[in-house]
């Protein structure tokens, strides 16, 4: 399982107490994941030639929740 981490600044990290930066974890598909996935779009778009890239940006997208 991969994680990415994202910073995000504290809108009030003027305040006393808190952090100035907070530290977001995010997961990140596996390549095998996105894989199945965009092999399960190919399989219901009718096994079509050339969808591959489409197939696999889609899967991507969808997993990583972009």
């Known amino acids: ?6 910073k995000t600044s504290s809108m009030h990290a003027h305040r006393p107490g808190r952090a100035e930066e907070a530290v977001k974890v995010r997961r990140v598909a596996t390549h095998e994941e ?7 779009y190919w ?3 009718g096994r079509r030639e050339g969808t591959a890239w489409s197939d696999w940006l889609q899967a991507e ?3 990583n929740g972009r």
């Not at 399982?1 to 994202?6: A, G, L």
């Not at 996105?34 to 399960?40: D, E, M, R």
């Open 1 to 6: 399982m991969f994680y990415s981490m994202v």
């Open 34 to 40: 996105i894989a199945k996935l965009a092999y399960s």
């Open 43 to 45: 399989e219901a778009g």
């Open 61 to 63: 997208r969808i997993l």
